[in-house]
């Protein structure tokens, strides 16, 4: 638990890294009492008010409660809107990581990702296997949404504009953990991308076949330009959207069926209707 000499992030930031990794794989459980902030000054090495800031950060991410007079205690997981960032940045100290995403382009992930992948080429991280399945509309199909605000027409401007931004996402994300495997820092990555003919109303991460972020694309007006072009659309836009957290439990819980079932038609679609991307 000795903090890392090369993180050029502050103690109070690394304590807070390391207890929220052991909440979220499950080394801390929900209810699980936290050591006391003298006994956590000791075993990191830095002051307690060092800790006090880090457990501040757990507090405002919703994973620990404080009682007075009592302590410190691991919250209880509910399905409700939470960070996806901090929780997949932990299933990177896995030995085997595992992402499934199906949205509109892939763009958010490949911005939550890129801390973790750093940090393996930094060495701070050693993951023995990384596998990355992407599910995106198919581009050169017409869409229902997002549509043209004039008429609700299919735009194969908009479509064109999208797909730069699908490519720019993917290509990068694929090149990155391709490289991991190239120098040696992780023994096997994959990364696949398929598409699909139908429209994203939603995005799912799946993580570990274990937890389940989901969240809605709200239909928003836009207006774009591309190539010089004004295109005013009901465009999809998720990337501020409130994402629900559903975690398998010990028990026949909610949040455990909805990971199966977020996981089985992720499959299915995988599996059926879905054709692969060449990158």
Not at 127 to 144: A, K
Not at 252 to 274: C, K
Request: charge should be negative; proline fraction near 5%.
């Amino acid at each position: 638990m000795a903090l890392d000499p090369n993180d050029s992030r502050p103690p109070y930031q690394q304590v807070a890294a390391q207890l929220r990794a052991a909440i979220l794989t499950g080394k801390l459980a929900p209810g699980d009492q936290l050591p006391s902030g003298n006994e956590m000054a000791q075993t990191y090495a830095v002051a307690r008010q060092t800790i006090q800031q880090a457990l501040r950060i757990l507090r405002e991410e919703g994973l620990i409660v404080s009682r007075q007079g009592t302590g410190t205690f691991v919250k209880a997981r509910t399905e409700k809107p939470v960070g996806l960032r901090p929780h997949l940045e932990a299933i990177f100290q896995a030995d085997d990581v595992a992402i499934d995403f199906a949205g509109f382009s892939g763009e958010t992930l490949a911005g939550a990702i890129q801390e973790p992948l750093d940090k393996i080429r930094a060495g701070r991280l050693t993951p023995g296997s990384i596998s990355i399945r992407v599910l995106i509309p198919d581009t050169d199909r017409e869409w229902g949404l997002p549509c043209l605000q004039d008429g609700l027409k299919d735009s194969p401007a908009f479509r064109e504009r999208a797909a730069a931004i699908v490519s720019r996402s993917i290509e990068g994300m694929a090149a990155s953990v391709g490289e991991l495997q190239s120098l040696g820092l992780v023994p096997k990555a994959t990364f696949e991308v398929r598409t699909h003919p139908s429209t994203a109303h939603f995005k799912v991460y799946i993580l570990n076949r274990s937890e389940a972020f989901f969240g809605f694309y709200p239909v928003t007006a836009n207006e774009v330009t591309h190539k010089g072009e004004q295109l005013k659309v009901w465009d999809l836009l998720g990337k501020d959207s409130v994402l629900f957290h559903h975690t398998r439990g010990d028990d026949e819980s909610l949040g455990g069926a909805f990971v199966d079932q977020a996981q089985g038609w992720f499959d299915s679609v995988w599996g059926s209707v879905a054709t692969s991307l060449a990158l």
